[in-house]
């Protein structure tokens, strides 16, 4: 069972990243327009606050500096000097936010945005960030109402992603985007949330409102459920020094009665599975 190992009663935990070279965690509070870290190995843990809500993120190239995905734009943050340097909005003029997102193979950012007025209504659209020259493309996918799951093959020729609502986690090829079919459909309560991969080609899924991450086999089909004492578990990451430890986010946002882990970051040691280097924006 996944353990917690801060209490940060985050609001909206969500994007959890392994950073390898700092050694670290990563992740935002959304609600709480908060960047998170915490280093396993000393139990420090750091917070910046952001201009507007951290929706998604990504490591870059340099270590000093990260790829936002802001709920209304993305920009660069500067860990030493705290600045922030606009790129471009997204979907101005929509009910939307940014979301999800995750860096492909190729080193170009991926993500899907979030329709705050009507949560069930699909309006919103996946991205990408092409790491060459910052243009942003809107993908060839379905409208979506919460743009989740967000993650890709080891080799970099599948794209995972889910709308939440539909309770089912899609793939397609990558980076055509043909044969998009279901993936696997989730199983009793909950929706599918934030997803990585592992070195096998697993996917780790965080199930919303249903107190769970499960691992699916590249067929679809359930290898294991893991247990979170958390309610709403939102995304995972697969880290540590042997990237053998499993990581969740979580949130409080929506509970009456929030038990202690709601909210906090959870993690859990594996046996005889490793994840992957998490990719950086090649820009």
Same mark, same amino acid.
């Given at each position: ?175 055509? @985007?043909? $044969?998009?079919?279901?993936? =696997?459909?989730? /199983?009793?309560?909950?929706? +599918? *949330? %934030? #997803? ?6 697993? @996917?780790? $899924?965080?199930?919303?409102? =249903?107190?769970? /991450?499960?691992?699916?086999? +590249? *067929? %679809? #089909? ?62």
């Amino acid at each position: 069972m996944l353990e917690m190992i801060v209490d940060a009663r985050n609001a909206l935990g969500e994007c959890v990243l392994w950073d390898e070279r700092g050694q670290r965690v990563l992740w935002t509070d959304i609600l709480g327009a908060t960047l998170w870290a915490h280093h396993p190995a000393s139990g420090a843990t750091s917070s910046w606050p952001m201009p507007e809500r951290l929706s998604c993120f990504a490591l870059t190239g340099d270590d000093d500096r990260l790829l936002l995905g802001l709920a209304s734009q993305l920009a660069f943050f500067a860990f030493s000097s705290g600045q922030v340097t606009p790129i471009c909005k997204v979907e101005e003029g929509l009910s939307t936010r940014l979301n999800d997102g995750r860096c492909d193979r190729q080193g170009n950012f991926v993500f899907g945005t979030f329709n705050e007025v009507e949560p069930r209504l699909p309006i919103g659209s996946f991205y990408r960030l092409n790491a060459a020259d910052l243009t942003l493309e809107r993908l060839a996918l379905k409208k979506v109402a919460i743009a989740n799951s967000v993650c890709f093959s080891p080799d970099g020729a599948t794209m995972y992603y889910c709308d939440s609502p539909d309770k089912a986690i899609r793939r397609c090829d990558y980076p055509s @985007l043909a $044969n998009d079919r279901v993936f =696997a459909a989730t /199983v009793g309560e909950g929706e +599918p *949330d %934030g #997803s990585c991969i592992d070195a096998d080609g697993h @996917l780790w $899924n965080a199930q919303w409102g =249903a107190s769970k /991450v499960v691992r699916y086999a +590249p *067929d %679809g #089909s359930i290898e294991r459920t893991v247990a979170s004492p958390a309610s709403q578990p939102s995304c995972t990451a697969l880290g540590g020094p042997g990237l053998d430890v499993l990581f969740s986010s979580s949130a409080r946002v929506g509970l009456d009665a929030p038990v202690a882990c709601d909210g906090g970051l959870l993690s859990m040691q594996l046996g005889g599975v490793r994840g992957l280097p998490e990719i950086r924006f090649a820009g």
